[in-house]
């Protein structure tokens, strides 16, 4: 029989004493991810990866679309004013600055042509569009760039295209001019092709495709 005294911790002491982990044992937190976890990490990632790159390239098909409509549209405004007041319109290339600029190279007198998304600072008496433009949501890293400018079927580089009153090219021109536009950048590149006939100034495009620079002079076929 054991007689417990008040204030006698002995047995309590002994509890806790054989209840304590040792110095040799203490226990560690663990920091380490199972293989369950990373699995579960990578499969995320690789989720969360494939959908960036699909909104990405969405975003950049819809960009390339819509600088073709509007290529294609100031193109078409070109040959309109060239038929209607019986006068030549050129529309002048850079590629180095990825941007164009629609004026009047006839003789007589034409209205002045003036860019409705140029911004406050441009210029009222130049038609220039920039395909970086900050009013358009351009980037100029990924965003839609004038590839190439040249001539069905050989590839032949021009700097410009001119429409005549008759709304053709010819005879001056008498070929149909290829306009390359690409966005993006590597394996997410695409490309879209808008085509001048030479006979009639009528302009079309085609639809969007991957973009692969080795095959560039394909697109003039």
Known sequence: MMIRYPGDHSSHRRHSVTGMIGPAETRIPRFAFTLVEVLISVMILAI????????????????????????????????????????????????????????????????????????PNADPSRYVVSLQSPSLGRNAAAGPRLARVGLRPTGEQVASVTFQPTGGTGPTQAKDTVIILTAGRGTTSYYQRLVISWVTGQVWADPIDVWNAKTITTLFD
């Open 48 to 119: 969360l990866a494939t959908v960036m790159v699909s909104t990405d390239s969405g975003s950049q098909q819809q960009m390339l679309e819509a600088t073709a409509r509007i290529l294609a549209s100031d193109l078409r405004l070109a040959r309109s004013h060239a038929i209607e007041f019986n006068t030549t319109y050129t529309v002048q290339f850079s590629l180095q600055n990825n941007s164009y600029e629609i004026r009047h190279s006839g003789s007589g007198s034409a209205p002045v042509l003036t860019n409705p998304v140029a911004g």
